[in-house]
């Protein structure tokens, strides 16, 4: 099984919907059996992808076309024995919500991650927090 990390940014020109993205990916997601967790902010997203290989490698091949990102740059790609992050799930974080909560939603999300990932998405969570 295949665990690919990557983080992008929003294109300005195709503004994102979470929303959509979120819908989208589910329906995607439970037909080729990959599980993982997108955190979007509106400007960055940072996801990672777990399942099958060839079927992570497809799914990240669509999200390189999708026009919404752009500077798309993997931080991770590496063989797992079993799912990390389970279930989908979708962190958004709203202009002017509680930050804190919010900070540690991801830390509950990422908790059975390895430690460098878990690592890569509370601290993302942290410095987007900050921006």
């Given at each position: 099984?295949?665990?690919?990390?990557?983080?992008?940014s929003a294109?300005?020109?195709?503004a994102?919907d979470?929303?959509?993205i979120?819908a989208?990916?589910?329906?995607?997601?439970r037909r080729?059996?990959?599980?993982?967790?997108?955190?979007?902010?509106?400007?960055?997203f940072?996801q990672v992808l777990?399942?099958?290989?060839?079927?992570v490698e497809?799914?990240?091949?669509?999200?390189?076309?999708?026009?919404r990102?752009?500077?798309?740059v993997?931080l991770s790609?590496?063989?797992?024995?079993?799912?990390e992050?389970?279930?989908?799930?979708m962190?958004?974080?709203?202009?002017?919500?509680?930050?804190?909560?919010?900070?540690?939603?991801?830390?509950e999300?990422?908790?059975?991650?390895?430690?460098?990932?878990?690592?890569?998405?509370?601290?993302?969570?942290?410095?987007?927090?900050?921006?």
């Amino acid at each position: 099984m295949l665990q690919l990390v990557y983080v992008s940014s929003a294109n300005r020109r195709e503004a994102p919907d979470p929303a959509s993205i979120l819908a989208v990916s589910r329906g995607n997601n439970r037909r080729d059996g990959i599980t993982g967790m997108l955190y979007s902010d509106g400007t960055r997203f940072l996801q990672v992808l777990e399942g099958p290989d060839e079927r992570v490698e497809a799914a990240y091949a669509r999200i390189q076309a999708d026009p919404r990102h752009r500077a798309i740059v993997i931080l991770s790609r590496r063989a797992i024995d079993a799912r990390e992050f389970g279930e989908w799930e979708m962190a958004h974080h709203a202009p002017g919500g509680d930050a804190d909560a919010f900070i540690e939603r991801i830390a509950e999300l990422a908790a059975n991650a390895s430690s460098d990932i878990r690592a890569t998405f509370e601290g993302f969570a942290k410095v987007r927090r900050a921006a």
